[in-house]
Structure formats: structure tokens, C-alpha cells
């Protein structure tokens, strides 16, 4: 899969963006942000753990966001399995070089957009730590509708918070 997305292109991951993945990943202020998968620091080890792992499943759902010919983040969404088989979990990170450039919301909106459109997928789930505001704005400018208020579900860098739930619909 390849998406123009103007500012950016989102594609499939390459075994060859193993050192442009560890450079941007190994970063606290990503990991801060991310489920407990991500790991703070982010090794050689990690990003080979991460391809075998995309190499062993059937269809790519986990794609990585590339800038002038760079992998500098990543997104996809893992879909939910029986009652929950129309769903999917959404997520997403860069590097923080590239914040604040309007970069993650034109991925955000062509990813969600592929996915809908695309894929056997009816709703986009995407949770955010209450200490992510420009997450939130990201996924609001995306078409995505706030839902509600997870309090004091995430325990993250030593701190009890809320989570704010957003979801896109087809």
C-alpha cells in the first residue's frame, strides 16, 4: 500500500528503514505517548523484533509515515476480533523532528480514509492520554468525534490518567 498524502507518503514498513526507525523511535517524548508496547529506549533489537513481527502477518494493517524518502513514524490499526470484528483500534506516532507541521493530520485523514474505504472496517477507535492535546486536535481535524472520558485508565511514566476516546464511523 502507498498513500500521497501530500506531506508525506504512508507505506508500507522496509526491512531498510531499520536505522531511520531506531533513530526517530528512541525518543522519550514518543514513548511518553504510546501503549506500553513501545519501548523507551528503542534498540537495533526492537526494530528487527518489528519487522519479524510485520512479516508475519497475512495483510499489513501497521504502515510507516516517510518524509523526504525517510520512515519517520508509524500507524495503522489492529481490528477487533468476534462481536468486535468491524472494528479496529487506530493508532500512530512521529518523530519528533517533524511535530507540529501538519505531517500527522494529512496521514491520519488518508490512513483513515484507506482503511474505511478499503478495508472490512466500519469504526476507528483511537484512545489519547489526557497530556496530548495536539493528538486530540490531530484526530478532531481527521474526522474524528470525540466519544468520551476513560478516567484514571492509564498508568504511564509513573502517573494514574485519563484517556480521552475518539472514533471515526464509515
Not at 522496509?14 to 522519550?28: E, M, P
Not at 519487522?51 to 510507516?64: I, Q, Y
Not at 500527522?104 to 489526557?130: C, H, K, N, P, W
Not at 490531530?138 to 509513573?158: I, M, N, Q, T, Y
Request: include cysteine; hydrophobic fraction near 40%.
Amino acid at each position: 500500500m502507498q498513500l500521497n498524502c501530500g506531506l508525506c507518503v504512508v507505506r508500507d514498513w522496509r526491512r531498510s528503514d531499520k536505522g531511520s526507525l531506531v533513530r526517530v523511535a528512541n525518543n522519550r517524548n514518543i514513548w511518553r505517548n504510546l501503549a506500553h508496547r513501545f519501548p523507551c529506549p528503542y534498540t537495533e533489537a526492537d526494530a528487527d523484533f518489528w519487522f519479524t513481527l510485520l512479516e508475519r502477518v497475512p495483510a499489513p494493517m501497521h504502515w510507516a509515515i516517510e518524509v523526504e524518502g525517510e520512515a519517520v513514524g508509524g500507524i495503522g490499526c489492529e481490528p477487533g476480533e468476534g462481536v468486535y470484528a468491524k472494528s479496529a483500534h487506530f493508532g500512530y506516532w512521529l518523530g519528533e523532528p517533524y511535530w507540529r507541521r501538519g505531517i500527522m493530520t494529512a496521514a491520519v485523514r488518508a490512513t483513515s480514509d484507506y482503511i474505511l474505504g478499503q478495508l472490512d472496517l466500519v469504526r476507528l477507535e483511537a484512545r489519547v492520554f489526557e497530556w496530548n492535546p495536539a493528538s486530540m486536535r490531530v484526530l478532531e481535524k481527521s474526522g474524528f468525534v470525540r466519544e468520551g472520558v476513560l478516567r484514571r485508565s492509564v498508568f504511564k511514566d509513573g502517573q494514574l490518567i485519563d484517556s480521552v476516546l475518539y472514533a471515526r464511523v464509515r
